[in-house]
């Protein structure tokens, strides 16, 4: 056999967002990419905000004596020092440069995070829904994934999570807004998170730790307030990158801030910092931290995604289909009218609608919308949207 059994498993197991992009390709030279409505991707159309192009052509422009050379493996230390100087005015926390660990985009930054926080068989629990990739970044170092449930809102269980805890668990692993739910964990569920895990650290007589992957942070609707977990929780870390909030994915621009108030702080910066080396993709691209320094605080804008969610829910949810208000981020979680979600989403994709099947997500039932697409996709979409729901009864 040619490649590990695991990874060969692996691949059957998260091919659906990948293969609905693949089948998208077949259709649109079948009938014409104009056509076919692929909400399959979490891809951006947007383009960055202008004043990503302003910095960029500053850094190109003016560039600086060996601004291309090898950094410190956790990055430039004034895009840090920038980072830092953001999360103090957000935050009110004491951050300092060294609190920060530039990494690959915010997939490297996790298995940056697991490879140094993970021994043999250390278990780290998840809450579905979930990105599919968590299970594997998990296994990437040896550890185990313990899958846990959330209410019917997609918030956490926190009974669910205080009997799945154990002296083996290491982290727990929390995404909001969420992918694929766009869910907002509430602040009182993250103070009370917090407060369950400081009473198994104790119970336990381990450290376990709170890691929140946030590359969707900024992309909030209707005012809402992000409940930042550092007050909430002292041992814990954020993995986020700018590849939505500046319209980024290609880039692989992102960074990890370790709570200040995190015990064992230097070990955990160390270890970081050796990690980020070790993993073989080494250090974030310099001319993009370069560029990233001048834009802390600077985020695209909302109201773009504002218009699609308004226009892609208020059509459905008039069509009869079910589902949570995205607070965040630009996915929806439909509930399908059957039970097999694999089915219905094969239904959508006879209207040359790709969507992903829940089961790809850990939640069976349902399927994910993303609609980081032109306003046309959508709208032109709705005519199969509605005859598959009067198929299965919905309108």
């Known amino acids: 056999m040619s490649i590990a059994q695991g990874v060969r498993q692996h691949m059957q197991a998260s091919a659906w967002i990948r293969g609905m992009f693949e089948e998208g390709i077949r259709l649109k030279q079948q009938y014409g990419a104009d056509n076919v409505y692929d909400f399959s991707l979490g891809n951006p159309v947007q383009e960055p905000p202008p004043q990503f192009h302003e910095a960029l052509r500053h850094v190109v422009e003016q560039p600086r004596p060996g601004m291309h050379r090898y950094m410190p493996n956790t990055g430039y230390p004034e ?15 004491a951050w300092h440069e060294n609190h920060i660990v530039m990494v690959v985009g915010a ?23 979930y990105f599919v ?79 929140s992957d946030e590359p969707y942070k900024k992309l909030l609707y209707d005012d809402a307030v ?23 994915p290609g880039e692989r621009i992102g960074y990890i801030a370790i ?15 050796f990690t980020n080396r070790t993993l073989g993709f080494v250090n974030a691209p310099a001319l993009m931290q370069h560029v990233i320094t001048y834009l802390q605080g600077v ?12 226009l892609l829910c208020d059509h459905l949810a008039a069509m009869g289909y079910q589902f949570v208000r995205p607070q965040g981020a630009f996915y929806l979680f439909p509930k399908a009218p059957i039970d097999d979600d694999v089915a219905f989403v094969k239904a959508l994709q006879d209207e040359r609608i790709l969507t992903v099947p829940g089961s790809g997500f850990g939640t069976p039932g349902y399927f994910r919308i993303s ?3 032109e ?16 198929a299965y009864g919905l309108s």
Do not use: W
């Not at 895009?79 to 926390?93: D, F, K, M, P």
């Not at 709570?259 to 910092?273: E, K, R, V, W």
């Open 375 to 390: 306003d046309e996709t959508i709208e032109r979409s709705l005519d199969g949207f509605r005859k598959v729901a009067h």
């Open 371 to 373: 609609y980081c697409v």
């Open 226 to 248: 992000y409940p930042d977990i550092y007050a909430h929780y002292a041992n814990s870390l954020v993995v986020t990158s700018h590849a939505k909030d500046l319209a980024l």
């Open 79 to 93: 895009t840090r020092a920038a980072i830092a100087n953001q999360l103090n005015q957000e935050t009110g926390l």
């Open 259 to 273: 709570n200040p108030g995190c015990a064992n702080m230097q070990d955990l910066q160390d270890g970081l910092s």
């Open 107 to 129: 997939a490297g930054g996790l298995n940056v995070v697991l490879k140094t926080l993970l021994d043999p068989g250390d278990e780290v629990i998840i809450f579905a829904p």
């Open 133 to 211: 990739e968590y299970l594997f970044y998990v296994e990437n170092h040896q550890g185990a994934s313990k899958v846990v449930r959330t209410d019917e809102q997609f918030n956490p269980d926190l009974d669910a999570l205080a009997q799945a805890l154990s002296p083996r668990t290491k982290a727990v692993l929390i995404n909001a807004p969420n992918n694929p739910s766009g869910v907002i964990y509430p602040a009182e569920t993250i103070a009370a998170l917090g407060e369950l895990l400081r009473q198994k650290q104790a119970a336990f007589g381990t450290e376990i730790y709170l890691v």
């Open 299 to 310: 985020t695209i804008d909302m109201s773009d995604y504002q218009r699609k969610r308004a």
